[in-house]
């Protein structure tokens, strides 16, 4: 079960910082919830999530993890990784940690993430 | 909230590497949960959260906030920090993400810490 996390992880990171947006939603399970930021209103289901994706799909980004802070307890993972976007001149860096919990499929049910504004790094390109 | 939150982190990394028991139990409000790490059975309350803690506190240690990893968002945050245990010529190293939830007073009303055997450095000293 850790290596199939470890796995999805990695492949998460990936996709979100080169899509396609269906790839990203398919790691999730059908009823799987997104929280991003941790705070804001609960997105629950695939088109849901969909959409979410959906924005970052059209930008501009890349993606890293850091692979030294992945965490896996359980069926559950922690980790942190950099997403940086373009925009209209404009570098965007934002690196949050995310919190999963998996089903037994290795299919994403939870996923919360812990960032805010003053996490955010803006530059001119 | 934010800085009320940073300032907790910051005493609770402190404390637990240095004591006594009886302050960190005090960050904690009186019906607060403990799950440490993530999937093994949730303590609950001041007298169990103490019990716990009392563990550590009979061994030779120190702490360090990776101050870089702490993310706040809504009245919650996650924090990676390392923690070196001394015993019997050996030193333990483990570097586990915390998440912590808060009531409006600023203490802990829930704790997970996520890590794993696999997180665990062993060295002689």
Redesign the interface.
């Known amino acids: 079960m850790?290596k199939q996390i470890r796995d999805a992880i990695e492949q998460y990171v990936k996709l979100v910082g080169a899509g396609p947006t269906e790839a990203i939603v398919e790691l999730y399970a059908p009823d799987a919830t997104v929280e991003d930021?941790?705070?804001t209103p609960v997105r629950q289901g695939h088109a849901a999530i969909r959409e979410f994706y959906d924005v970052i799909g059209a930008l501009d980004r890349d993606t890293e993890l850091r692979a030294d802070?992945v965490?896996?307890?359980?069926?559950?993972?922690?980790f942190?990784f950099t997403i940086v976007t373009r925009v209209a001149g404009q570098r965007f860096t934002l690196t949050?940690?995310d919190?999963m919990e998996f089903d037994d499929a290795g299919k994403i049910i939870r996923m919360r993430?812990?960032?805010?504004q003053?996490?955010m790094a803006i530059e001119p390109e």
Chains 1, 2 share one sequence.
Do not use: L
């Not at 965490?71 to 922690?78: L, P």
């Not at 993430?113 to 805010?116: E, G, H, L, R």
């Open positions: 850790t930021p941790v705070g802070t965490r896996i307890a359980g069926n559950e993972a922690v942190m949050p940690i919190m993430a812990f960032w805010s003053e996490d």
